[in-house]
Every structure is written in structure tokens, then in C-alpha cells.
């Protein structure tokens, strides 16, 4: 269950629409957010190309990440990326293996970052201690993805004006 109440879980959602990612707080600010409905150590969103998964924003705890690093997948692992499921889901997981965030008793939550039917992108929380994430968490970050796409698409779309 998020980690705050449902009324003020819809409180939060209008902020991820005053997200500027050209800012450099943008992804702060996006994270900030997240961290007021969910419990994570570390975040991360990743853009997806037909071969690859490029690793775009984070929020670390514990560890850094470079951001713009690239992990190809494999074709199962590409059928687990634009499929339509989201998932609660452990080390084990393909796509955790996939990007090297495996580490024993961490829980993680991965939800599609979606425009118009195409998957463009996952986030990624994790968190090693606290209650497990649950169906609420999954549904309400879904949730947040939708805000975020629409952020992320608003910009190209600007970007792609001005070229």
C-alpha cells in the first residue's frame, strides 16, 4: 500500500505535471514525488529502443549509476519490456538481471511508461526493507507512469517544434 493515503496520493499527482525535464531538478522533482507516495532506496527511469533499454534518470540510495548507460536484451527480455503486464517482483527477475540491479532481499516494482499503446520506457523502484510492494503500489504507480509519460512526451513534442 503506498506509504500515505489515497486522498493524498491524488493530491500529489497535479505536481508530476509541473515537471520540467529541462531543468536539471526535473528528475528530482519526479522522484520527489515518488517519494512521497511510495518507499524506495533507489529509482530509476530507463528509455526503450527496439534493442535496448538506456538507462535515462535515477535516484540512488546506495549506489550511483551513470545515467545514459545501455543494456541490451535478449528476445525474451524484449517480450517482457513491451508487453502490456507491470510487475512486483524480486532479484530473480529478467529484466532486474537484464539491467544489474539483482541484490538479494530487495523488492521491485517495474511499470511501462506508455504513450498511445507504445511502450517508450519502465520505471524502476526498489527498496530493501519495509512492508513488500503490493497490487496498490503497482496500481498506483502505474498511475504516476501515466503523468510521466505525458511529461516526457510534452517535451519532445516541444523539442521536435523547435527543430
Given at each position: 500500500m503506498p506509504k500515505i493515503s489515497y486522498t493524498d496520493v491524488y493530491n500529489v499527482f497535479p505536481s508530476f505535471f509541473e515537471t520540467n525535464l529541462n531543468e536539471k531538478s526535473g528528475a528530482e522533482s519526479i522522484f520527489e514525488n515518488l517519494g512521497k507516495i511510495f518507499e524506495f532506496d533507489d529509482a530509476f527511469i530507463y528509455f526503450a529502443n527496439p534493442e535496448?533499454?538506456?538507462?535515462?534518470?535515477?535516484?540512488?540510495?546506495?549506489q550511483t549509476y551513470a545515467t545514459d548507460i545501455t543494456f541490451p536484451f535478449n528476445p525474451r527480455q524484449k517480450k517482457l519490456i513491451f508487453s502490456e503486464d507491470n510487475?512486483?517482483?524480486?532479484?530473480?527477475?529478467?529484466?532486474?538481471?537484464?539491467?544489474?540491479?539483482?541484490?538479494?532481499?530487495?523488492?521491485?516494482?517495474?511499470?511501462?511508461?506508455?504513450?498511445?499503446?507504445?511502450?517508450?520506457?519502465?520505471?524502476?523502484?526498489?527498496?530493501?526493507?519495509?512492508?513488500?510492494?503490493?497490487?496498490?503500489?503497482?496500481?498506483?504507480?502505474?498511475?504516476?507512469?501515466?503523468?510521466?509519460?505525458?511529461?516526457?512526451?510534452?517535451?519532445?513534442?516541444?523539442?521536435?517544434?523547435?527543430?
Open positions: 535496448s533499454l538506456q538507462l535515462k534518470f535515477s535516484f540512488n540510495e546506495y510487475y512486483i517482483t524480486d532479484y530473480n527477475h529478467q529484466i532486474i538481471k537484464m539491467l544489474k540491479l539483482e541484490e538479494p532481499k530487495r523488492q521491485y516494482l517495474i511499470v511501462k511508461l506508455i504513450i498511445r499503446s507504445t511502450v517508450f520506457g519502465i520505471i524502476v523502484l526498489s527498496k530493501k526493507d519495509g512492508a513488500p510492494y503490493n497490487a496498490d503500489d503497482l496500481a498506483a504507480l502505474k498511475t504516476c507512469a501515466c503523468m510521466i509519460s505525458y511529461v516526457i512526451k510534452d517535451i519532445f513534442y516541444r523539442l521536435i517544434k523547435i527543430l
